[in-house]
């Protein structure tokens, strides 16, 4: 097969040959790369490969009954390396560059093939980290990204940079969290698509009067012996960016759903608070976010003020702060509360409180919990509790667990609250009995 031979690939080559790595030997960070690539990827095949003059050497292999080495001219990587960005054939039957390649054609049967190419200089791109299948498939955006690092570590490697550091950072043992990580990534996704996934509500009240103004929407999973279990037993899947932009439309949808089954049912529910993910805001679409939450109310026929939309510093802190501050302003401006979660555990909380759009600040727990037996926590949330009032704030305290607690919040002037004392997250058909209990 013809290809074309980079522009630089002198200096490409000369690098090549400098770093003297086209040796028969196994390199066990190496193969620890591409082990993790065909995790991440599900892949049944992966490569860490470098292309000389006339070979595509394989300096690690997963999956491939080839030699060591190959010709150059069969090797997909003749392209990968053309350019910074990754390569993948969906096909490589239907792919004219390939359909008549041996490696497709013969005993292998490549089919599909995703590579990132390897650079140890800018510009220098001496090979390429690949998973391959020998059936057509496709790789979602969050396994490329993973593939992108970890070309950036097998570059590093091959550099002789960082050698201690990259033995320990691909262990056996990470490499047994990874796949402890992806299993549950995977056992969760099952979840969502089987319904095993709910809503717990948890009671907030008005602290001076005891007066119940809403609730928050707490998501759980529902395990097959009755139990529930809370985010921070799959903590692993709500940190997948697909999962969570996935779960956090089923939490947006079912809130939105319970809202109007209280309504209908003339259930004075006040409003129902959802969490939302940085996740929730990286789709393509400027507005995506704001977009679904404006539909998916319209579609209820649901106002505005029944639903509370909570951000942590996690999302202002994504790398999109504009584009989450201009959804959050149109949120605003069509009728719904943003409230400002989690406020004191983040370093940059002041600079958000000056720039973004919200109504409600709400004090992390942590702080409420620690402040009756010590000063400086009890310190801090007065200094938030009258930031958020000089602001023109309300403000909303989690995690009250005492009558102590309480009576010090409501001295101070929280407004809001919520928390054991007032109400333990329960599921929906067990809400009236929350409130009938709730002092």
């Known amino acids: 097969m013809a290809y074309l031979l980079p522009p630089n690939e002198r200096a490409r080559l000369d690098k090549l040959y400098s770093l003297a790595v086209l040796t028969s030997e196994s390199d066990p960070i190496l193969d620890a790369i591409v082990e993790i690539g065909c995790i991440a990827a599900k892949m049944p095949i992966g490569l860490i490969a470098l292309l000389d003059a006339e070979w595509l050497w394989f300096k690690a292999n997963r999956g491939l009954t080839s030699k060591k080495k190959i010709p150059r001219d069969h090797a997909f990587c003749n392209y990968t390396i053309l350019d910074d960005a990754p390569l993948v054939v969906l096909d490589a039957e239907k792919d004219g560059r390939f359909s008549d390649n041996p490696f497709v054609l013969g005993k292998e049967h490549i089919r599909f093939y995703a590579g990132v190419p390897i650079e140890v200089e800018p510009g220098i791109r001496i090979g390429c980290l690949c998973v391959l ?11 490329m990204q993973i593939l992108r690092r970890l070309a950036d570590c097998a570059a590093e490697r091959l550099r002789q940079r960082g050698n201690a550091r990259l033995l320990q ?5 990470r490499r047994d969290q990874l796949k402890a990580s992806l299993k549950m990534i995977d056992a969760a996704k099952i979840a969502l698509a089987q319904n095993a996934f709910t809503l717990f509500y948890q009671p907030k009240y008005e602290l001076r009067t005891r007066r119940r ?11 097959v012996d009755g139990s529930a279990l809370a985010p921070a037993a799959f903590a692993e899947a709500l940190d997948d960016p697909e999962f969570s932009r996935r779960i956090g439309s089923y939490v947006l949808a079912e809130a939105i759903s319970q809202a109007k089954t209280w309504e209908q049912a003339g259930f004075e529910f006040g409003h129902i608070a959802i969490n939302v993910s940085s996740s929730q805001f990286e789709e393509e679409r400027k507005m995506a976010f704001a977009d679904e ?13 029944k639903l509370h939309i909570e951000v942590t510093e996690g999302v202002l802190l994504s790398g999109r702060e504009s584009h989450v501050a201009k959804q959050l302003a149109q949120l605003r401006a069509t009728g719904f509360n943003v409230a400002f979660d989690d406020f004191g555990t983040g370093f940059a909380s002041l600079i958000h409180l000056k720039e973004l759009e919200y109504d409600q600040i709400k004090i992390d727990g942590s702080f409420v919990r620690a402040m009756i037996n010590s000063e400086e926590d009890m310190a801090i949330v007065k200094a938030i509790v009258g930031l958020a009032r000089n602001l023109g704030k309300e403000v909303v305290a989690e995690s009250i667990e ?7 919040l409501i001295e101070m002037g929280c407004s809001y609250g919520q928390g054991y004392f007032f109400g333990r997250p329960t599921a929906a058909n067990g809400v009236t009995e929350v409130i009938g209990n709730a002092k």
């Open 133 to 143: 299948d020998r059936k057509p498939s496709e790789l979602d955006r969050d396994a």
């Open 169 to 173: 950072f691909f262990s056996a043992k």
């Open 213 to 223: 103004v809403g609730f928050e929407a707490l998501l759980r999973w529902r395990q």
């Open 293 to 305: 939450v404006l539909s998916a109310t319209k579609c209820a026929s649901l106002s505005p003020s």
């Open 402 to 408: 005492t009558e102590a607690e309480l009576s010090a």
